[in-house]
Each structure stands twice: as C-alpha cells, then as structure tokens.
C-alpha cells in the first residue's frame, strides 16, 4: 500500500492546528508582542519581563518565529511583524480574541462532540449555563467580548458608503460599545441615533458615544429585542445579533423593527454573516460551527433569513459586500 505522504501532512496540519492557536494565545497572555515591541528581544529579558522559565519561552519563541508571528532569534535578537503588531495593546489590538478564544472558547470546543451530536452549546457544557448568562455575571469576559467584537469590525467604516444615512434617525438594535452607531454618525453629520441593548451595556455605550459623536446626536436605552424596540426609527440596524437566537425569535425581532419604524420609507439593515450550502469556503463555515459551540446558534442562508423577514412583512430590496465575510442586507417594508 502507497502512503500518501500529502494526505498525512494535511491532516497533521489540521490537527495541530490548536495547538498554534494555543501557543499564539500563551503569547498574547504573556505581552510578548508588547514586550519585543518595547525592546525586550532575549530570551533571557523576555523571561524576566513575564516571569516565565526562560527555556519555555525561547521553545515557545522558536514556534512563534517559525509561524511568523515573530521575525529573528534567541541570539540575533526578536523582532515584531506585521502579525504581532495586529496584537499590541490599543483600541484595534487583536488581543482580546486571543484570550477570548484561547479561554473560554477554547473550553467550549472541547465539548464539540457533544455538540454536534446533540446540537447544543459546548459553552455551556463547560461552563454550566449559557454563554450570555456567562457575559451577563461575568464582567471581565463581558468586556474582553465587548472588545473582541470591536476589533473584528473592520467593515465598520464601510456601512456608511453602502446605505445612505442622511438625515435619518439611526436605532442600532443590539448596538453593544456604540462602535457601529458612532462610526455612521461620525461619517454623517446631519443623522442622528438611538443605541439600544442589554441594561449591563448602557455605561460603556454611553461612554464611547459620548466621547465621540456626543450625547446629543446619540441617545442610550436599554432593554431587550426580543421584547420590543424604540420606536420612530428611520433606519433599524440588526449588526451580529442574530445568529445565537432560534427563527422564532428572529422573526420576532423583525416584527418588533417593522412595527416600530416611522413609516414606509424607513428601513431594516441587516449586518451580518451567511453560508452556503454549497461550495462553502472554509472561514463562514467555520464561525457557523462556532455559534453551535459557543451559543448554540447558527448562520443561516440569505434565502433563509429571507423567509423569516417575509413573515415580518419585511422583504430584500438590496445587498453589499462587505469586508470580514459580512453582507448588508438592505430590507423594506412590504406592501401588500
């Protein structure tokens, strides 16, 4: 029998593949691209600054070069790359969903076999209770997830080019830290929002939108989606919020946007990620494996979603691509 050399490296590169997201994750733990950043490019100087065992960290180093995360050595010096600089300390920094992912998401796939076969969350077979009921008690991980979402919102400066915003009165619904709302009122001056989301979210979106755009153009309520939205909106935003909740729930959201909008021009945009069923590529199909293990949830179709908006009286009138994977969904309401 021919052993397939290809084939073998293949799969020994999928299975390791944790164990690189995990050495990555020890690094962020550590600062060591804050650190090497800083001028700390030794073994020894590494050690010392994390007090870590220098020999682990120059094994540890010599992966990360290897994967490029790093550049140099133990005895010529380390130096960043334009990898490590993405996980230095700042508002874009992707270190929040190292952690996150090498913690608490670490754990949850653990339990993908579970998952699968029963079609519930890892999360909370780890953890013992849901995922948002974790964020709701945990305050830390709340805002390392509240951060997360923000450095994976590339696509955010994109919004305002893909819908025209002006002089409309904007409700981001589920609007988190207030980053989507006050990046469309920061690209149009003559609209104005309203941000509305969870009670423990209030402070923190208050804050952002009131160092940025003003409390003046922007308004912070809080409450609960599935029970109701503010009401006179112009434009209703649904960015990330859906994918973790079953479709009657869904379309139940729908319901409350099309019943709360100022009249028949107003609309619901629509944020967010889709798969395919078929010729799927790997990244969209992956994050929808990953809501099963941390939510529960799932992507749907773009034809999916678009029967439950049918339901709401709602239909697609309009889409754009945008970076990350994300699609804007450009909804309207129906009239007959």
Excluded at 143 to 158: D, E, I
Excluded at 297 to 312: M, N, P, Q, W
Aim: proline share 3%; charged share 20%; glycine share 12%.
């Amino acid at each position: 029998m021919t052993v397939d050399v290809q084939a073998t490296r293949d799969v020994v590169d999928i299975i390791t593949g944790g164990w690189r997201a995990q050495a990555l994750y020890t690094a962020v733990k550590l600062g060591l691209p804050d650190h090497v950043e800083a001028g700390r490019d030794t073994d020894a100087e590494l050690a010392k600054a994390t007090g870590a065992n220098e020999q682990g960290i120059h094994r540890l180093m010599r992966l990360l070069v290897a994967m490029g995360i790093f550049e140099g050595s133990g005895s010529t010096g380390y130096r960043g790359t334009r990898v490590s600089a993405a996980l230095l300390e700042g508002p874009q920094s992707l270190s929040d969903m190292c952690l996150l992912y090498g913690e608490e998401f670490y754990s949850a796939w653990g339990h993908a076999h579970h998952a699968i076969s029963t079609k519930s969350s890892g999360f909370e077979v780890a953890y013992g209770r849901s995922f948002y009921e974790y964020l709701g008690q945990d305050v830390a991980t709340a805002r390392r997830f509240q951060l997360t979402m923000n450095a994976a919102s590339m696509f955010f400066h994109q919004v305002p080019e893909v819908f025209d915003f002006s002089g409309k009165k904007v409700v981001d619904v589920g609007g988190g830290g207030g980053h989507l709302l006050a990046t469309i009122l920061g690209a149009t001056p003559d609209a104005e929002g309203t941000l509305y989301d969870r009670e423990h979210m209030v402070p923190k979106a208050r804050e952002h939108l009131s160092a940025t755009v003003g409390l003046d153009r922007a308004e912070v309520v809080g409450g609960d989606m599935f029970q109701g939205v503010p009401a006179g909106g112009d434009v209703y935003i649904l960015c990330r919020v859906l994918a973790g909740h079953d479709d009657e729930a869904v379309v139940g959201v729908f319901e409350h946007c099309r019943r709360a909008m100022a009249g028949s021009s107003s609309r619901l945009l629509i944020l967010d990620r889709f798969v395919e069923d078929e010729n799927s590529s790997v990244l969209p199909a992956l994050w929808d494996l990953h809501l099963l293990m941390t939510t529960g949830g799932e992507h749907r179709t773009v034809d999916r979603i678009t029967r439950l908006l049918s339901r709401a009286g709602l239909e697609v009138t309009g889409t754009a691509e945008l970076p990350m994977e994300t699609t804007a969904l450009i909804c309207t309401p129906r009239t007959t």
